[in-house]
């Protein structure tokens, strides 16, 4: 089988130097979709050095995503790409994400979970500086076919619908481009670009990567509900729930509570298809 649990979590951690500038930060900020308008003060702390923010969910992406890639590649661990999807992050801030930094990250496969037709990787990356922790970051992966090995199904995630309206709603576009340009951040798998290699995923073209409706939609609950402040952020996690093509509108519902903003992500063209699902904001 693929995948051997047991190796896969007894492994030793890996360990990789990383660093990033404000070129890296720039380019991943474009990749969300910031700098529109592109004088608007509120944009450009986004996209100037000389007064740049680094959003908390650039984690997912320093080092050219290394946590990740080293999970991906660990011991125990021998799957086919085409049969890989996003199913769920969270990111823990420790602190502030430094405009220009260099760190450690230590990456291991946590758990591994049995759907009955898919497994579950929990790939757990820990990344400290000089100073100290940074942050910890955990991506669940679902491999479809390597389930049925009589394993843990794993916690539920699910969390209760949030009541009444939302506080606020906004809609965010798509690029036709935005997947060609995100992937410039590390995450290369061409199933974000290639049209064939699409189709043997199973769909009709290239999807848009998870991790980027996952900062867009972290980049609009900080524009719209906390000021704009990036530090903020104390967590943020989310499910993945449905894809989003190249071209489409998030439709993102905010719904605000003390030290947490509960979001829901819908594809608005598509009758509100579900994009992601359980998603939270934890901030001071």
């Not at 990356?125 to 843990?152: C, H, K, M, N, Y």
């Not at 519902?253 to 947490?260: A, D, K, Y």
């Amino acid at each position: 089988m693929p995948i051997d649990a047991a190796k896969a979590v007894a492994a030793e951690p890996r360990s990789a130097e990383i660093a990033w500038d404000h070129k890296d930060i720039q380019l991943y900020h474009l990749g969300l979709g910031a700098g529109v308008p592109a004088t608007d003060p509120d944009e450009l702390r986004y996209t100037l050095e000389s007064g740049l923010h680094v959003l908390p969910s650039f984690a997912t992406v320093a080092g050219a995503g290394m946590g990740m890639m080293g999970g991906l590649s660990a011991p125990g661990i021998d799957v086919n790409l085409a049969a890989v999807l996003h199913g769920g992050q969270t990111i823990t801030l420790h602190r502030p994400i430094p405009v220009k930094g260099s760190a450690t990250t230590t990456s291991r496969v946590a758990a591994v979970y049995d759907k009955g037709k898919a497994a579950v990787l929990v790939l757990r990356s820990e990344v400290a500086d000089a100073e100290g922790p940074l942050w910890t970051s955990d991506a669940q992966i679902f491999v479809r076919g390597e389930g049925g090995f009589g394993g843990d199904r794993g916690p539920s995630v699910r969390l209760p619908a949030p009541d009444g309206d939302p506080d606020r709603t906004v809609e965010r576009p798509v690029r036709e481009d935005q997947a060609l340009l995100y992937r410039l951040s590390g995450d290369w798998n061409p199933l974000h670009a290639d049209p064939e290699f699409a189709k043997l995923a199973g769909f009709d073209r290239p999807i848009l990567h998870g991790l980027c409706t996952y900062g867009m939609t972290l980049k609009a609950v900080v524009d719209t509900l906390l000021g704009g402040d990036v530090s903020r952020v104390r967590g943020y996690s989310t499910r993945f729930t449905g894809v989003v093509f190249p071209g489409e509108t998030l439709r993102i519902r905010m719904w605000r509570t003390e030290g947490r903003v509960q979001a829901t992500v819908t594809a608005a063209e598509r009758d509100d298809a579900p994009v992601l699902a359980d998603t939270v904001v934890e901030h001071a």
